[in-house]
T-cell receptor, first 114, second 113 residues
Framework: GAVVSQHPSRVICKSGTSVKIECRSL??????MFWYRQFPKQSLMLMAT?????????EQGVEKDKFLINHASLTLSTLTVTSAHPEDSSFYIC??????????FGPGTRLTVL | QQQVKQSPQSLIVQKGGISIINCAYE??????FPWYQQFPGKGPALLIA?????SEKKEGRFTISFNKSAKQFSLHIMDSQPGDSATYFC????????????FGKGTKLSVKP
């Protein structure tokens, strides 16, 4: 149980295009989902907290107009990287919270912007 | 006060040995302490977690030891195997709907055959 999926697993796009990443909790409902970014050999950096039916809460330094987050249902949150540039290339990982504490992570999405 | 300090940064252990990774926190409001295992190119997987009301929790070869007064907790991997080679992250959070995980910087474990 407690499976979180992400789609796509890898995406390569040209600079200036927008990319949407989906995060789904497959066997549980998640009121709260999180989006992280991870650079090589580093820890996870929280980008934003997504609550179903309300606006996401972004961490300091994360551009909300560039990283659009939508949490339309209790099992789906999406991250859209708008007008992507090479510096946005990274490993993006979502997590979904089960209960009050436990977070289960998706497999991650590798974004490469050319 | 929100930091979680993790050590060592890297660890090499022989097959069959015990791997020990340590974490320390400052915020006494933290009440949930999970450990995650991450393989290259994959998302972190929840390994084991503990709450401050117990001093130790064991699941198979993995054990968390928790010292509330010292504000420290550690992961012990018994009979370490090459398949355990991965990066391990400790984390801490204050429970509740908005509680975010505060991660340590990670420990890269290599188990030599």
């Amino acid at each position: 149980g407690a499976v979180v999926s992400q789609h796509p697993s890898r995406v390569i796009c040209k600079s200036g295009t927008s990319v949407k990443i989906e995060c789904r909790s497959l066997d549980f409902q998640a009121t709260t989902m999180f989006w992280y970014r991870q650079f090589p050999k580093q820890s996870l950096m929280l980008m934003a907290t997504s609550n179903e039916g309300s606006k996401a809460t972004y961490e300091q330094g994360v551009e909300k107009d560039k990283f659009l987050i939508n949490h339309a249902s209790l099992t789906l949150s999406t991250l859209t990287v708008t007008s992507a540039h090479p510096e946005d290339s990274s490993f993006y990982i979502c997590s979904a919270k089960l209960g009050t504490d436990t977070q289960y992570f998706g497999p991650g999405t590798r974004l490469t912007v050319l | 006060q929100q930091q979680v300090k993790q050590s060592p940064q890297s660890l090499i252990v022989q097959k069959g040995g015990i791997s020990i990774i340590n974490c320390a926190y400052e915020n006494t409001a933290f009440d949930y302490f999970p450990w995650y295992q991450q393989f290259p190119g994959k998302g972190p997987a929840l390994l084991i977690a503990i709450r401050p009301d117990v001093s130790e929790k064991k699941e198979g070869r993995f054990t968390i030891s928790f010292n509330k007064s010292a504000k420290q907790f550690s992961l012990h991997i018994m009979d370490s195997q090459p398949g355990d080679s991965a990066t391990y992250f400790c984390a801490a959070t204050k429970g509740g709907s908005q509680g975010n995980l505060i991660f340590g910087k990670g420990t890269k474990l290599s188990v030599k055959p």
